[in-house]
């Protein structure tokens, strides 16, 4: 999936999907943004995994001292600076998630929304574990997955996706369980709450889990 969102998905088609976003889903994506914006403190320095165009970076750069995007997308990294040039508390980093090239312990936040545990497509231990690595004793690491209960929505939101080209057409006999599957080898899995609390154990970390506004399922760490 990683190359997927690299080289198919990314930059203006990847813009192109959230601006398809019916009600439902809107809803779901600004819930995900007030849920993180609600665990920032005021100067706090954050890092945001797969940051994409941009679009997160946007709403929460207001209330950080300081907001890193990585992504393994140069030209989604590329849109994303000609729409945050104005902000000179944002930096934008061509980066591997799961090969973070930071200092230890020097955030406050680090962030993976939007089920990005999934889209990212390297090992969810090593993601959760690189993520814990640049964080700051005491301070948080948030990743966030659908919750259950928001499927339907999810998989219209794939299906008006799939009819406008930006992702391959929906393989409707093998889709379901909470995985989206298209014809063009994109697959879009979910972390439910057992597999997040196991993969907390795995890092030696207690893992806070919450469904906010019945479409996302967080799951907290802290460091």
Same mark, same amino acid.
């Given at each position: 999936?990683?190359?997927?969102?690299?080289?198919?998905?990314?930059?203006? +088609?990847?813009?192109?999907?959230?601006?398809?976003?019916?009600?439902?889903?809107?809803?779901?994506?600004?819930?995900?943004?007030?849920?993180?914006?609600?665990?920032?403190?005021?100067?706090?320095?954050?890092?945001?995994?797969?940051?994409?165009?941009g679009r997160v970076l946007?709403?929460?750069?207001?209330?950080?001292?300081?907001?890193?995007?990585?992504?393994?997308?140069?030209?989604?990294?590329?849109?994303?600076?000609?729409?945050?040039?104005?902000?000179?508390?944002? +930096?934008?980093?061509?980066?591997?998630?799961?090969?973070?090239?930071?200092?230890?312990?020097?955030?406050?936040?680090?962030?993976?929304?939007?089920?990005?545990?999934?889209?990212?497509?390297?090992?969810?231990? +090593?993601?959760?574990?690189?993520?814990?690595?640049?964080?700051?004793?005491?301070? !948080?690491?948030?990743?966030?997955?659908?919750?259950?209960?928001?499927?339907?929505?999810?998989?219209?939101?794939?299906?008006? !996706?799939?009819?406008?080209?930006?992702?391959?057409?929906?393989?409707?006999?093998?889709?379901?369980?909470?995985?989206?599957?298209?014809?063009?080898?994109?697959?879009?899995?979910?972390?439910?709450?057992?597999?997040?609390?196991?993969?907390?154990?795995?890092?030696?970390?207690?893992?806070?889990?919450?469904?906010?506004?019945?479409?996302?399922?967080?799951?907290?760490?802290?460091?």
């Amino acid at each position: 999936m990683e190359s997927y969102y690299a080289d198919k998905l990314s930059a203006e +088609r990847l813009r192109r999907c959230y601006e398809l976003a019916p009600p439902p889903v809107e809803r779901y994506l600004a819930a995900e943004i007030d849920h993180v914006r609600r665990g920032m403190t005021p100067g706090s320095r954050v890092l945001e995994l797969g940051c994409g165009y941009g679009r997160v970076l946007r709403e929460l750069a207001p209330r950080a001292a300081e907001i890193v995007g990585i992504d393994i997308s140069l030209s989604s990294l590329t849109l994303a600076h000609a729409e945050l040039a104005h902000r000179d508390n944002v +930096r934008l980093v061509l980066m591997d998630a799961a090969n973070l090239a930071f200092r230890p312990q020097i955030f406050d936040l680090v962030c993976c929304v939007q089920n990005g545990i999934s889209a990212l497509g390297v090992v969810r231990r +090593r993601l959760l574990a690189a993520a814990l690595a640049v964080t700051r004793p005491g301070g !948080q690491v948030l990743f966030s997955s659908y919750a259950a209960e928001f499927w339907e929505e999810r998989l219209n939101w794939f299906r008006i !996706q799939a009819a406008h080209g930006l992702v391959g057409e929906i393989d409707e006999a093998a889709t379901g369980d909470g995985v989206i599957v298209c014809r063009d080898g994109f697959r879009a899995a979910t972390v439910g709450p057992e597999e997040f609390a196991a993969l907390a154990a795995d890092v030696e970390r207690r893992a806070e889990i919450e469904v906010v506004a019945g479409s996302s399922l967080f799951c907290r760490l802290i460091a």
